[in-house]
């Protein structure tokens, strides 16, 4: 279907971020192939070591989904800080990751869990992992012929905290920082640190999870991974607070999910 | 034996409202539902830009659109006179930009077409140049060397300021100052611009019929009686040909006050087109044009006695009046009642002077749920009593009690009359409720654990129910109100009020009014608002003003209507008028008062079975001009814990007590108080419209101009007091908008409480979290002045 | 000259079929074609929830879906709440507990709480608050609002009717 309609196209899912800006006018597609029609995309379900999401899959669901929460605790925790109750019973995850909005939640969460998205055309399918996907704001990799029809998640974490300031249900983020972890015994066998809304697109802080990886976490790592995921910010001050205070609040919020989750392994 | 009230609806009964049963079932009757035969649509297309030189507009490709009827420019509307109106303020507006633009949004061309989609598109291809000018945001920069004259379209204006104003008694003022023995504290606190926002934007239905040459026009409009005379002056159409109707408004606030540009050209389209032409703005236009409010700088200076006693105030405040000052407020007070500042104190000096000017922002300064600039008022007072209780040492509520006033009538520094009150009363009730005694204790414990608790009170006695008509008018127009009231043969009733409803329940409670005097169960009586050519002339529903002036005019006339009664019941009875008593519902014979007539009798009689010489007919019309404003008193005290790391902050209790005087419905009292109390949390919490330093405004939606959702929004804990007004004749006072007036000081003083300690006396509204963590990391006062940094 | 697409859905029960332009938004199929005035719009940015409706059972903002979606779903509106001769308990609840002022939020916030009651029939108010949140009232600073979502809820379990009330 993209292949014949090629650039003057847009896929629709939930419509969520698309019609808004065709209401306001700044999208006008010549036809929109909307995905709704399509049955069985909207699966959640664990399969090859994979969590995987189809691309019709909402966010309601996942806010509910008891598998999301034993798979991935991040997800859960993030799923609800994403719009509001009304909007997530239509907006898709797969939507807000093709979508790339520089504020956008959910590339953050998979960049923490190592995220991948499912590409596919009439040429056939490509595995993309999402910190490759973003490639700024409102871009991406996918071509105009693709369908990105499931974003997948490998294996499992059993600690996650999606921390987000927003000004109130429906605000997209002043700052948002993701934690996710495996620990067993008192080592930390994966780790994912991601920042949302604190620079021109989704950071993934690859230096913040190195120390946690390389030292576990004690008070020392935890001060150091908290720094070091600052560094990484670079937020513009603007009517949501300044550079500063946006900066701040990374080191803030990664140090208290580090905390939480040393506070369970001890525990 | 007389009805129980209560149970017919009276006085005092929780009466559920009449209005939701077409509401529930989606069957209400907005602006946008009304769909005329020949119906055109209107759409408004407005500047980008904050100050510019217009250079050419070209409509051509939107004449050209399929489905357009006509595109109309600023040069078009100067054709039939309509470039300019006047505003509120005796200033002028621009109906559409000739010469330049003065705020971004500013209306520049009309497109009407056969549908809205249409006429959007057409818009989008009109071309506008524009030779840019500096924009100015606020008014230190409308006062800098070299600014810019935004109105130079005004012969003899030389520079950005719009008016100056003072009152009260500058000598004695500064003669207290000059004492030594005097402590002084001073503060400068900013109320940032807000805006009125209801959720329904403004509409419009203008239709012309050239066969008849009547104009109806549909419009959400709070006061469609002064609209009705406005077109009339205005756009030189005679008066008894203009209908205004006001149906169902989604809200208002203040904001469905104004006349507004896409309005007259509305009205200008039908007229030309004869066809009726609608107009729905957009959350944008809304918000980005339409009157906003506050916008304030204040600085004050107290002379206090070491007792605690302040001697004197001395009072400035600057306004930022944006492109046009149009205020809606009476003639004599340039800054609305702002002046009630300090009213429920006893300060024996004062002196207050106030400035506006003019910035390339969206004119305004309606009255948002207040009357006429008192929010910002009591805001500033009270956000001021603490900063003085903090720098002399003293308790807050001390403080505030050793300045109360206690003896009524009280005649306040800058003039007002105080009649009523019980101040004290009040105060304890809510201390009490809010454990106030407790407070400190738990406060300093959590600092001891690193935590951050604060608690904030606010106490005020606004001015609500304008006129008297000696001093409130609204261009010319004096603030009185109206009521009309006819009773059936069988004794059921339709009473016309010359206010309007935008959800505060007037068919509901205005009924009641009637029952309280009649005895007439309130399910029989049909209450008609908003429609010009069915009511009697009013000045409409803001500023608190509808019960004490159209509901006492409904006593009133239900008063007329009941001595009327009295003399046909002295003639059912067969007795002189002098032997006839009343009770609710009946009138009888005092020497036997089982024989007695019900007020369904009268009305019977007075249309079968009237005396000699008494004409037919039971009914009557008041017009009530109110002796004094209505003085409610409120107590406002929430506490707040603030995360110390992050400066988010969460309300732990919210106690308010009210006193309104006589509560004719305390549901819907309760629910005007609810609906205030969250729009002042709102403003504390994250409400904002501000401007960039190139005078884009940001807040022009509801994605940044936050409305809180009831997962934000505190719950409140509400406790009333009752001292009646002494001059309404049920002695009610103002109430809907105390929460939202008296609210926002409670807030940002418990947050700015919550880190006093550390040296911080001001953080401007909204207390963002940054805000608090700044003042936090800094220890200092933090302001939110625009421009916004960083842009 | 734009294209028209046939739609045919299932609105209040009842099945009705229109020609509409792809690009019309699913409010003003409702408001315009359907003549079903309720369902109100009062924003730009899919904020304030003014236009909510059933769409398959769940709340939607029929202003950010088009009408062509529509296409083989069931819409339910604020006149598809309730029977011409007895309020939903939703309803009544509003109208009991004074959850309504101006009304123009009303029908959206009624048919959220509908489509969350269906879900949750007895919930804490925490749940409630958290349920409305995408919905903004401007009048109610929603204290009644909640106790109009828990008196429905009161009511369905005393009297078995389903949030969206007694059919036929
Ligand atoms: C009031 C409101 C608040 C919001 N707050 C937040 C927030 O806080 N955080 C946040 O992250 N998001 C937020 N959003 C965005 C929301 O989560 C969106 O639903 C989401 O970003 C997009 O998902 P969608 O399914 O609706 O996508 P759509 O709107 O359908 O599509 C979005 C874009 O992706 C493309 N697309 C969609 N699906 C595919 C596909 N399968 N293959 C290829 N291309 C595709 C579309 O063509 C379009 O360009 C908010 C939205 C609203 C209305
Ligand atoms: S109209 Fe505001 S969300 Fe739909
Ligand atoms: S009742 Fe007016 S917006 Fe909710």
Redesign the pocket.
């Known amino acids: 279907m993209m292949a014949y309609y090629r650039e003057d196209a847009k896929v629709l899912s939930g419509g969520m971020s698309l019609i808004p800006l065709m209401k306001l006018r700044f999208a006008a597609p010549a036809t929109i192939v909307d995905l709704n029609q399509i049955q069985g995309l909207d699966y959640i379900e664990e399969a090859g070591g994979y969590l995987r999401i189809g691309c019709l899959a909402r966010n309601r669901a996942i806010v509910r989904s008891e598998l999301v929460r034993s798979r991935h605790p991040l997800m859960s925790s993030a799923a609800p800080t994403i719009s509001d109750p009304v909007v997530r019973n239509r907006g898709t995850v797969v939507g807000n990751l093709t979508h790339a909005d520089p504020q956008g939640d959910w590339a953050t969460v998979m960049m923490c869990l190592d995220g991948e998205v499912v590409a596919r055309s009439t040429e056939g399918e490509r595995v993309i992992p999402v910190s490759q996907f973003i490639t700024g704001p409102f871009s991406t990799t996918l071509m105009p012929n693709e369908i990105a029809v499931e974003v997948r998640v490998p294996g499992a974490t059993n600690f996650g905290e999606y921390h987000k300031i927003e000004r109130k249900v429906g605000d997209f983020a002043t700052v948002a920082v993701g934690v996710a972890l495996q620990q067993q015994g008192g080592s930390v066998s994966r780790v994912g640190i991601g920042l949302t809304g604190v620079g021109p697109s989704n950071i993934k802080c690859y230096d913040a999870e190195r120390i946690v990886s390389g030292g576990g976490l004690n008070e020392n790592t935890i001060q150091q991974a908290a720094q070091a995921a600052a560094a990484d910010s670079s937020p513009r001050t603007d009517h949501r607070g300044s550079e500063e205070y946006k900066r701040e609040m990374v080191a803030v919020f990664v140090r208290r999910s580090l905390h939480a989750a040393a506070g369970i392994r001890a525990a | 034996m007389a009805l129980d009230e209560i149970q017919i609806g009276g006085l005092g009964a929780r009466r559920k409202r009449v209005e939701d049963a077409r509401f529930i079932r989606g069957k209400g009757n907005y602006i946008d539902d009304f769909k005329l035969p020949g119906m055109l649509h209107m759409e408004t297309l407005r500047s980008p830009i904050a100050h510019a030189r217009i250079t050419s507009i070209d409509t051509s490709k939107a004449w050209m659109t399929p489905g357009v009827h006509m595109v109309i420019t600023g040069d078009m509307a100067a054709q039939h006179n309509l470039a300019w109106m006047p505003t509120l303020s005796y200033d002028t507006q621009a109906v559409l930009a000739t010469d330049k633009v003065r705020f971004q949004g500013q209306e520049i061309c009309c497109v009407v077409a056969d549908d809205p989609y249409i006429a959007k598109d057409a818009c989008e291809v009109i071309v506008v140049e524009y030779d840019p000018l500096p924009p100015i945001v606020n008014p230190k920069q409308a006062l800098a060397p070299g600014a810019p004259i935004i109105r130079d379209d005004k012969a003899g204006q030389t520079n950005n300021i719009c008016y100056t104003w003072e009152v009260g008694d500058k000598e004695n003022t500064e003669r207290v100052f000059a004492d030594e023995s005097m402590q002084v504290v001073s503060q400068d606190i900013f109320y940032p611009r807000t805006h009125p926002c209801?959720?329904?934007n403004m509409a419009i239905i203008s239709d012309y019929n050239s066969a008849t040459g009547k104009l109806t026009i549909y419009l959400t409009t709070q006061a469609p009686h002064i609209i009705r005379t406005a077109v009339a002056l205005v756009a030189e159409l005679p008066e008894h040909m203009i209908r205004v109707i006001a149906p169902d408004l989604?809200?208002g606030f203040g904001n469905k006050v104004p006349v507004y540009p896409s309005y007259v050209i509305a009205i200008l389209a039908s007229i030309l087109l004869t066809r009726p032409v609608k107009w729905i703005e957009d959350k944008t236009g809304n918000l980005i044009s339409t009157g906003y409010a506050r916008d304030m700088y204040f600085h004050c200076d107290a002379a206090i006695r070491k007792d605690g006693k302040i001697q004197a105030v001395r009072v400035h405040a600057d306004t930022d009046n944006g492109g046009f000052f149009s205020d809606a407020q009476p003639t004599k007070f340039k800054i609305g009642l702002f002046h009630s500042i300090f009213g429920c104190y006893d300060v024996p000096y004062g002196y207050l002077t106030a400035q506006g000017h003019y910035t390339n922002k969206a004119p305004g300064g309606v009255a948002y749920r207040c009357s006429f600039r008192i929010t910002e008022s009591m805001f500033f007072q009270e956000r001021f009593m603490q900063t003085c209780a903090y720098e002399i040492g003293m308790d807050q509520a001390e403080f505030r009690r050793v300045n109360f006033i206690r003896e009524f009538p009280h005649r306040t520094t800058f003039g007002f009359l105080v009649d009523s009150g019980d101040y004290d009363k009040c105060l304890d009730l809510a201390l009490d409720k809010i454990d106030y005694d407790g407070f400190k204790a738990r406060q300093d414990a959590a600092r001891k654990q690193g935590r951050l608790l604060g608690l904030g009170l606010s106490c005020m006695s606004e001015p609500l129910g304008a006129g008297n008509s000696r001093e409130y008018d609204i261009i010319g127009i004096k603030m009185f109100d109206s009521a009309e009231l006819r009773v059936h043969p069988s004794g059921k009733a339709v009473l016309k009020i010359g206010s309007k409803t935008q959800?505060q329940g007037h068919e509901t409670t205005f009924a009641q009014i009637v029952t309280h005097e009649l005895g007439i169960p309130a399910d029989d009586i049909l209450v008609q608002h908003g429609d010009t050519d069915n009511t009697p002339f009013g000045m409409g529903t803001y500023a608190s003003r509808s019960t004490p002036t159209a509901g006492a005019a409904t006593a009133m006339v239900a008063r007329k209507v009941r001595a009327k009664a009295k003399k046909l019941a002295a003639h059912l009875l067969e007795v002189s008028e002098e032997d006839v008593e009343w009770e609710l519902g009946r009138f009888y014979v005092r020497s036997a008062p089982n024989r007695g007539v019900t007020i369904t009798d009268c009305a019977f009689a007075a249309y079968t079975n009237m005396p000699d010489g008494l004409e037919p007919g039971l009914e009557n019309n008041a017009y009530y001009d109110p002796p004094n404003m209505t003085w409610p008193f409120d107590v406002y005290v929430t506490t707040v814990e603030v995360d110390p790391e992050t400066g988010e902050w969460d309300v732990l209790k919210f106690v308010g007590v009210d006193d309104c005087g006589v509560r004719i419905n305390p549901m819907i009292v309760e629910g005007q108080l609810h609906g205030g109390l969250a729009e002042a949390f709102a403003m504390a919490y994250h409400q904002m419209i501000t401007f960039d330093s190139q005078g884009n405004c940001i807040g022009s939606n509801y994605m940044d101009y936050m409305i809180p959702t009831a997962w934000e929004t505190p719950h409140f804990e509400l406790y009333e007091v009752v001292t009646p007004s002494p001059h309404h004749p049920i002695g009610c006072k103002g109430i809907g908008e105390c929460g939202c007036v008296g609210g926002p000081a409670a807030f940002v003083n418990a947050v700015v409480d919550a880190v006093a300690h550390l040296g911080v006396r001001n953080i401007d509204m909204p207390c963002l979290s940054s805000r608090v963590w700044e003042a936090i990391k800094y220890k200092k006062d933090v302001s939110g002045t625009p421009p916004l940094p960083g842009q | 000259m734009p294209e028209f697409r046939t739609v045919q859905c299932v609105v209040n029960d009842e099945p009705r079929e229109a020609e509409i332009e792809p690009r019309l938004l699913l409010v003003h199929f409702i408001r315009e074609v359907l003549g079903l005035t309720g369902t109100h719009l009062g924003c730009d940015t899919t904020s304030c929830g003014?236009c909510t409706v059933l769409f398959d059972g769940l709340p939607v903002k029929s202003c950010t879906v088009l009408g062509v979606q529509a296409d083989g779903h069931d819409i339910v509106t604020v006149e598809g709440l309730g029977s011409p001769s007895e309020l939903s308990p939703v309803q009544e609840g509003f109208h009991e507990e004074h959850g309504?002022?101006?009304?123009?939020?009303?029908p959206g916030?009624m048919l959220t709480a509908t489509g969350f009651l269906e879900e949750n029939p007895n919930p804490t108010e925490e749940e409630i608050r958290w349920a409305l949140s995408g919905n903004?009232?401007?009048?109610?600073g929603y204290m009644n609002?909640v106790k109009a979502v828990q008196w429905a809820a009161k009511k369905m379990a005393t009297s078995g009717i389903s949030a969206r009330g007694a059919r036929g």
């Open positions: 209801p959720i329904e989604g809200g959800g | 003014a309504l002022q101006c009304g123009f939020c009303t916030m903004n009232c401007r009048c109610t609002i």
